[in-house]
Antibody, heavy 122, light 110 residues
Framework: EGQLLESGGGSVQPGGSLRLSCVAS????????MSWVRQAPGKGLEWVSGISGLGGSTYFAGSVKGRFTISRDNSKKTLYLQMNSLRAEDTAVYYCAKVRREGYNYDAFDIWGQGTMVTVSS | QSVLTQTPSASGTPGQRVTISCSGS????????VKWYQQLSGTAPKLLIYNNNQRPSGVPDRFSGSKSGASASLAISGLQSEDEADYYCAAWDDSLNGWVFGGGTKLTVL
């Protein structure tokens, strides 16, 4: 049973930047696509970005395209989300999530981290 | 406004059967499989159903999923107090080239 542990959340002013990290354990990290999913306070889930196992393919929600970058370091079993030009509406708990099937970019998220809170406010 | 549409709330008494619906379009549910996630209060989401009707190991068979056209539903039979949670449907959207979620259904066990 794998585990994911996010870090890097915090408070930042509008227009600022933040980098989130997600460390994986208990599974062969490089074999699985990963995603970031966020949840604004009191709101539903919103997919943010995804990346293939080897990092060659990346996907972004329209709301973050051009501002956020997703990457991974398979040697460190770590997923990243670089968030630039942050806005108040980016305030949310950010979860990293693992795709269920090895080698598939589009599949259910079977393991989720506990989340890290990002607050964008002046 | 979520791409997938869910009824905001549902309720039932212990032992009852409850159904939660999820409506999409041809670019998401109509052409891809549906997933369902359960989120207990203050916790991370948990995968409940994948590939429209498949349960991961450990998920009770009280939970079942189905899909027809561009709509899907999650049924919970033998409702228990621990089923009180938010439930989200999700599917890949070919037009948006990304995942879309429903707005969530808050299930209350009376």
């Amino acid at each position: 049973e794998g585990q994911l542990l996010e870090s890097g959340g915090g408070s930042v002013q509008p227009g600022g930047s933040l980098r989130l990290s997600c460390v994986a354990s208990g599974f062969t990290f490089s074999s699985y696509a990963m995603s970031w999913v966020r949840q604004a306070p009191g709101k539903g889930l919103e997919w943010v970005s995804g990346i293939s196992g080897l990092g060659g393919s990346t996907y972004f929600a329209g709301s973050v395209k051009g501002r956020f970058t997703i990457s991974r370091d398979n040697s460190k079993k770590t997923l990243y989300l670089q968030m630039n030009s942050l806005r108040a509406e980016d305030t949310a708990v950010y979860y990293c999530a693992k795709v269920r099937r090895e080698g598939y970019n589009y599949d259910a998220f079977d393991i989720w981290g506990q989340g890290t809170m990002v607050t964008v406010s002046s | 406004q979520s791409v997938l549409t869910q009824t905001p709330s549902a309720s039932g008494t212990p032992g009852q059967r409850v159904t939660i619906s999820c409506s999409g379009s041809s670019s998401n549910i109509g052409s891809n499989t549906v997933k369902w996630y359960q989120q207990l209060s203050g916790t991370a989401p948990k995968l409940l159903i994948y590939n429209n009707n498949q349960r991961p190991s450990g998920v009770p068979d009280r939970f079942s999923g189905s899909k027809s056209g561009a709509s899907a539903s999650l049924a919970i039979s033998g409702l228990q107090s621990e089923d009180e949670a938010d439930y989200y449907c999700a599917a890949w959207d070919d037009s948006l080239n990304g995942w879309v979620f429903g707005g969530g259904t808050k299930l209350t066990v009376l």
